[in-house]
Nanobody, 128 residues
Framework: QVRLVESGGGSVQAGGSLRLSCAAS????????YGWLRQSQEKEREGVAV???????AYTDAVKGRFTISRDNAKNILYLQMDRLEPEDTGTYTC??????????????????????WGQGIRVTVSS
């Protein structure tokens, strides 16, 4: 079973950047699909970004062009580079692993909000 530990959250002013990391340990399957979701008090839980084992990615519209998901396969670390942060990006970000993205990364972006293995979550606060 895979275990996920996030790091890199914190507080930043609007326009700034943060990079979230998610270290995976335990059993790592080559078919795994990785993603990030977020939740705030004002919004429902949403998938933010997904990366499959072929390198295909999907992003929610609100972060396209600002966030980048990537993975260091040798170190089993998933990243979320967040640039030009906005107050609306404030929330708890959680790393997610799915058994696969067989139905495509766009579908996975929707399903990570209620399936897969999750980390404990990390707080991101963006002030105006």
């Amino acid at each position: 079973q895979v275990r996920l530990v996030e790091s890199g959250g914190g507080s930043v002013q609007a326009g700034g950047s943060l990079r979230l990391s998610c270290a995976a340990s335990g059993y790592i399957n080559d078919h795994y699909c990785y993603g990030w979701l977020r939740q705030s008090q004002e919004k429902e839980r949403e998938g933010v970004a997904v990366l499959d084992n072929s390198g295909s990615t999907a992003y929610t519209d609100a972060v396209k062009g600002r966030f980048t998901i990537s993975r260091d396969n040798a170190k089993n670390i998933l990243y979320l580079q967040m640039d030009r942060l906005e107050p609306e990006d404030t929330g708890t970000y959680t790393c997610v692993v799915l058994n696969h993205c067989a139905y495509g990364v766009a579908t996975a972006l929707r399903t990570i909000t209620h399936t897969g293995t999750w980390g404990q979550g990390i707080r991101v606060t963006v002030s105006s």
